[in-house]
């Protein structure tokens, strides 16, 4: 899914080629991507884009009269730059939206379509849509402490909880909590002063150096690799490779419908967490530190 860094990306794209034109067509393909009925997209042709925005993991385009196309592209959602007038992709594209410059279009790749589009009218329907969590590039420290310990999670939960910090999911989560040192399943109830200190500074050092990163290597292209897997990352995506730091392999935890990297030697003190199908598999031997890991993998 694309996160902070990376919907910053397509936001710079998108103000150098849309701001202060007027959607000339609103073409959609998919009748699942719009989730709104009034007004619908149609109504926004003719009007001129004032901004482009972030809420969340969403991006936000701004038209006269406070009409707003908040575009959600959770997990495959993608967005691309063509010339003026191109199709809708056949089998994963959502929409196009023709401007005079040149066709956005959203595509989606996989099966389960999950990308979408709501268009409101007003600033008060748009803040309806807000999570509610804090920017987590300029919240002072003392809020972000607040936010984190007003419930008891994990920190890989916390970092994700659109309620809590805007704009983290899994891939910058696993770089934030490498970066600081931190376990994934530390309680925040559990983290002290100086735990939340590095936290704090990890997670605005490792956003703000990602979202530099992407736009030197995009210039003035419009992005068209955006990924969770990133060539440079520490840990996300990395199981088994050596940690940068350490040299000690990544290991992770197995869910559903992904998983988390992380350091043992540098972030668990050597102790590997308990994966929940590995650990169910393996029952009593489960290996708890990496030495135990390499003496299993040895018989």
């Not at 902070?4 to 710079?12: A, K, N, R, V």
């Not at 300029?138 to 890989?156: G, I, M, P, Q, S």
């Not at 979202?211 to 990133?230: I, K, M, N, S, Y």
Request: proline share 6%.
């Amino acid at each position: 899914m694309p996160e902070l860094p990376d919907i910053l990306l397509y936001i710079g794209a998108l103000r150098t080629r849309i701001a202060g034109e007027p959607l000339e067509h609103a073409r959609i393909a998919s009748p699942f991507l719009v989730r709104s009925v009034r007004p619908s997209p149609q109504d926004l042709e003719g009007h001129v884009v004032t901004g482009i925005e972030r809420l969340g993991k969403r991006i936000v385009l701004a038209f006269e009269d406070e009409r707003f196309a908040v575009l959600h592209l959770m997990i495959a959602g993608r967005l691309h730059w063509k010339p003026k007038g191109a199709p809708v992709p056949g089998r994963v594209g959502l929409a196009a939206f023709d401007f005079p410059s040149g066709t956005l279009t959203l595509t989606e790749a996989g099966a389960r379509k999950r990308a979408s589009l709501h268009v409101v009218g007003g600033r008060v329907a748009l803040a309806a849509l807000d999570p509610g969590g804090v920017d987590p590039l300029t919240v002072d420290r003392a809020t972000f402490a607040e936010r984190l310990r007003a419930a008891n999670h994990t920190l890989k939960r916390s970092l994700t909880d659109p309620r809590i910090l805007s704009g983290i999911g899994n891939a910058y989560s696993d770089e934030i909590l490498h970066a600081a040192r931190l376990s994934p399943l530390q309680l925040t109830s559990r983290l002290d002063d100086a735990g939340l200190r590095a936290l704090y500074e990890a997670t605005r050092t490792t956003l703000r150096d990602w979202t530099a990163r992407l736009a030197a290597g995009a210039g003035d292209a419009f992005p068209e690799r955006v990924t969770a897997f990133r060539e440079g990352m520490a840990v996300h995506g990395r199981y088994g490779q050596p940690c940068p730091r350490c040299r000690a392999p990544v290991q992770r935890i197995s869910y559903a419908d992904g998983e988390c990297n992380y350091c043992a030697a540098c972030q668990t003190g050597g102790r590997l967490l308990a994966d929940r199908g590995l650990s169910r598999l393996l029952k009593t031997d489960w290996p708890r530190t990496l030495e135990e890991l390499e003496s299993l993998k040895r018989r």
